[in-house]
Each structure stands twice: as C-alpha cells, then as structure tokens.
C-alpha cells in the first residue's frame, strides 16, 4: 500500500495564499493518476485537481484560475498552490494515488479561510 502525507495546511484569510504538500512513498511520477479532494463538515469529498502521470490536469471549475497542481521530482511531491482563497474553501484535503490495483489516501490536511 502506498502510504502519502499530506502538509502545508492552516488558518488563512480571504485572498491569502496556502501550499499543500504530498509526499508519497513512491515516485510521485509512477501512479496512473493522482490528486487533490477536499471534504468539507457534512458534505461530501469532492475532486479539487488532478493530475495524471503523462502532466495533464484537471480541476474543479470552482477552483480554476485560483489552484495550480503540480508535481516535484527533486521533493518527489505532489503540491496544489491555493491562491485567491475563499471562506468556501475550508475543508480538510485529502491527497490521492491511483494505481491499476491501488487507490490509496493520505491522513488529510486541514485548510479554514477564515478572518
């Protein structure tokens, strides 16, 4: 099982700025796909970004033109930069891998935009 942890969350206000880190035990660069899901108190976990092992990205339309997924191959993370934050994107992020035989999840990182 691939086991990822997840950093960089916190308090920040509206506008500000957080990074969010995932450190995995394997190369970031050798899973079919991974990704960022946020889930905030009693809703569901939802797909933030994504981001396969050829480069290409995907993200929630809520989120585009503020949030930039990406991968570092000398950290070996994947990070999601969160710019132009709103209250509505407190919520506890989850970092995903995906295999042909394995979907694995990290602890989560808790983010609250909050003044």
């Known amino acids: 099982q691939v086991q990822l942890v997840e950093s960089g969350g916190g308090l920040v206000e509206p506008g500000g700025s957080l990074r969010l880190s995932c450190a995995a035990s394997g190369s970031v660069f050798s899973f079919n796909a991974m990704g960022w899901y946020r889930q905030a108190p009693g809703k569901q976990r939802d797909l933030v970004a994504s981001?396969?092992?050829?480069?290409?990205?995907n993200y929630a339309d809520s989120v585009k033109g503020r949030f930039t997924i990406s991968r570092d191959a000398a950290k070996n993370t994947m990070d999601l930069q969160l710019n132009r934050l709103k209250p509505e994107d407190t919520a506890v992020y989850y970092c995903?891998?995906?295999?042909?035989?394995?979907?694995?999840w990290g602890q989560g990182t808790q983010v609250t935009v909050s003044s």
């Open positions: 995903n891998a995906r295999t042909t035989l394995n979907n694995s």
């Open positions: 981001i396969t092992s050829g480069g290409r990205t």
